[in-house]
């Protein structure tokens, strides 16, 4: 069963100002590369859809945010001006399982 969750969808990338000192490093211990996703409600491997902004692509939850960051999924980018560019969303996510 699929489970949809409304949440925040943010960007980022790998510069020190938005992630810790080892900015290529995600928290689960691979390193950054397209389709991968930070978010603190979901347990590490989750696989997810973004069905709105990014239709069939799946996404794995790979990184953490900050504590404070609740109902939120920061998507990785290569660029930090593409991510800048992303901004945030409204969007509801399907949870697929790991």
Not at 31 to 37: H, P
Not at 48 to 58: A, N, Q, S, T
């Amino acid at each position: 069963m699929v489970s949809k969750v409304l949440v925040v969808v943010t960007a980022y990338s790998s510069t020190v100002s938005q992630t810790d000192d080892t900015p290529f490093i995600t928290a689960s211990g691979t390193t950054v590369r397209n389709g991968i996703v930070a978010t603190n409600i979901l347990p590490m491997g989750t696989k997810i859809k973004i069905p709105e902004l990014y239709g069939d692509r799946v996404f794995v939850v790979e990184d953490r945010m900050h504590p404070r960051k609740n109902y939120q999924v920061d998507i990785w980018f290569q660029e930090y001006v593409d991510a800048l560019n992303f901004g945030a969303k409204y969007a509801y996510i399907e949870v697929l399982g790991s």
